[in-house]
């Protein structure tokens, strides 16, 4: 496949914009070669500048969980445009949303929408030092909660993908009050706890990770998690930015039965426009501006174009809750073919998946934290990246990614992915 036409819009875009794009991960800083610029796309297919027919694996970093420019999404954000684009002031939309989104997730009682997950997951935190009084916060190494200064202390994604989980800027003030743990290690979360009496606000965990590649938690670790923030009158955050509405209708606390105290959402909640939200019981919320001292705020926080495309996709999920069960059986069929062909070619690797979510970790031991993570080989998935590329696949790029799979996939997809992996892989 040729990506001419990328690659000299690619040139044009570096001029005007730092490294040609508006989020690291997108430039293929770490699998090398230019990005494909998107033209258009529908269902499981990306369609780029060059005329290229793309199976598309990222699916906007998640979003599209029931594919590209489904229809009622698609629908709902044109007749609301034609209402007016941002008011600045209440709708009867925001309520909706709001109401549907505490009905499908477990123990949450009100939601607050913003315009990222980055904003759901710094707003989280504040309000969870504001309401315990306390300044500290235990984050996990590898996992990743937006950008904001608190949470780019080994933070997972483009930040591991640069080599620079620490990032210039954050100020030593700051990041002294973010303590890091091992993910799936109670033990070490007990140590912290422990050397930092009644200091600590929050933990914030993505309760399936999925900004190392995926790694699922261990049998028991939300649930002692839960019990020490119980314990120790800690709230437990889950950033479910990639995993709600995607691995059950409410998440991963719906999915493992967990409950955590705050919670993240983002990507599919708004139907691939820009939203975050965050949610807790009343008694947190109404911490909040303008009822309690928290504040928080957001002009374009609950626009109206956002939120129809939200609420048209989080009604399609409702109404269809077999589509988790279609989602885990499309991902676990994926799982089996690239597992069987990988293996008949003597490659070293690790898949690690859990409903919609996958990663294949090129090296043969199990994957369970940053560190076992970045144990991958990072020249055979550069070889995989480009090899599947060619073969007119698009997955991460990068291999500290998830691949995210969608309805609108077929098996025939999926066959013809095997297929291209196995041809790949013989290349190795
Ligand atoms: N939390 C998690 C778990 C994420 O995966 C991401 C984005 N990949 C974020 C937070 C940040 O969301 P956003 O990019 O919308 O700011």
Redesign the pocket.
């Known amino acids: 496949m040729l990506y001419k036409r990328s690659s000299q819009l690619f040139a044009e875009a570096e001029k005007v914009i730092p490294g040609g794009v508006n989020?690291p991960v997108r430039a293929f800083k770490a699998v090398g070669g230019t990005p494909i610029f998107v033209k258009s796309a529908k269902g499981a297919y990306l369609y780029d500048e060059d005329g290229n027919k793309l199976i598309d694996y990222i699916n906007s970093?998640?979003p599209m969980v029931l594919g590209h420019a489904y229809e009622p999404v698609v629908e709902a954000v044109i007749e609301r445009a034609k209402l007016g684009t941002s008011f600045g002031m209440p709708t009867e939309l925001e309520t909706q949303i709001a109401a549907l989104a505490i009905k499908m997730v477990p123990n949450i009682d009100k939601i607050r929408f913003v315009n990222?997950?980055?904003?759901?997951?710094m707003s989280a935190i504040r309000l969870a030092r504001g309401y315990t009084k306390r300044d500290k916060i235990i984050k996990f190494a590898g996992?990743?909660?937006?950008?904001s200064d608190s949470f780019l202390i080994q933070a997972g994604?483009g930040a591991i993908t640069f080599g620079s989980p620490n990032s210039p800027g954050v100020t030593a003030g700051t990041a002294k009050d973010t303590l890091l743990a091992r993910y799936n290690d109670l033990d070490n979360v007990v140590e912290l706890i422990t050397a930092n009496p009644n200091e600590i606000a929050a933990i914030i965990v993505?309760p399936v990770a999925?900004?190392m590649g995926c790694i699922p938690p261990k049998e028991g670790f939300l649930e002692g998690l839960r019990q020490l923030c119980t314990d120790n009158g800690i709230l437990l955050i889950f950033?479910?930015?990639?995993?709600g509405f995607r691995l059950a209708a409410g998440g991963v606390q719906d999915l493992v039965g967990v409950t955590s105290d705050i919670v993240?959402f983002?990507?599919v909640i708004g139907g691939g426009l820009?939203v975050?939200a965050f949610a807790a019981r009343a008694e947190i919320m109404n911490y909040l501006a303008p009822l309690g001292p928290v504040y928080q705020a957001g002009t374009l926080s609950g626009n109206p174009l956002a939120m129809a495309a939200g609420l048209a996709m989080l009604k399609a999920l409702d109404a269809d809750r077999d589509v988790f069960i279609r989602l885990k059986d499309k991902t676990a069929y994926l799982a089996a073919g690239i597992n069987k062909v990988l293996t008949n070619n003597n490659v070293s690797f690790t898949i690690n998946t859990i409903g919609s979510m996958i990663s294949v970790h090129f090296d043969e031991n199990a994957v369970v934290d940053f560190q076992t993570a970045a144990k991958g080989d990072n020249e055979t998935f550069k070889k995989f990246f480009h090899g599947l590329l060619q073969e007119g696949i698009y997955i991460a790029p990068s291999a500290y990614e998830t691949w995210f799979i969608t309805d609108a996939l077929t098996y025939e997809d999926l066959d013809f992915t095997i297929q291209a992996i196995d041809k790949v892989s013989k290349t190795f």
Not at 116 to 121: H, N, V
Request: hydrophobic letters at 15%; charged letters at 20%.
């Open positions: 989020s970093w998640g990222s997950g980055t904003e759901a997951c996992c990743y909660h937006g950008h994604s993505e999925g900004n950033d479910e930015v990639m995993t993240c983002g990507k820009p975050g």
